[in-house]
């Protein structure tokens, strides 16, 4: 995944993932991806931990919200919220505490996607090795 405020190539179009997303969304104005020589505007991802930083990033225009480690009910608040913006869609992702024990709840709540760090983080190493010799006849 991208650092803060780093550009990232995800499906054909250009992304921008503000994984500290306060001060971002925070501006009195909205924040929009900028075009860069003709190109598209970039598409706003803004990682959230509170309803609070919910709030703010559907004020500053964000085209998708991680909700990162909330509860079951503060995620379900926050996709209605998400799902209340009239002028525009905004897509929510769930990601943090996310494993086989929790996702079918997690995708009860209404997320558009569901992310499972643990697969990268937590998968057990294989320690294999290959070795190339010259066979003789």
Not at 77 to 100: D, F, M, P, Y
């Amino acid at each position: 995944s991208g650092g803060v405020g780093e550009s990232i190539q995800r499906a054909n179009y250009k992304l921008q993932i503000t994984k500290d997303s306060a001060p971002r969304a925070e501006r009195k104005r909205p924040f929009r991806g900028e075009a860069y020589g003709g190109q598209k505007p970039l598409l706003i991802e803004v990682e959230t931990k509170t309803l609070a930083q919910v709030k703010q990033a559907i004020t500053a225009g964000a085209d998708k919200i991680l909700l990162d480690n909330m509860s079951l009910k503060t995620m379900r608040q926050a996709v209605r919220l998400c799902k209340k913006v009239r002028r525009r869609r905004i897509g929510t992702e769930a990601s943090g505490g996310v494993n086989l024990k929790t996702v079918a709840k997690i995708a009860k709540t209404g997320v558009d996607a569901i992310s499972v760090g643990a697969l990268t983080h937590s998968a057990k190493a294989l320690d294999i090795s290959l070795e190339i010799g010259s066979i003789r006849k």
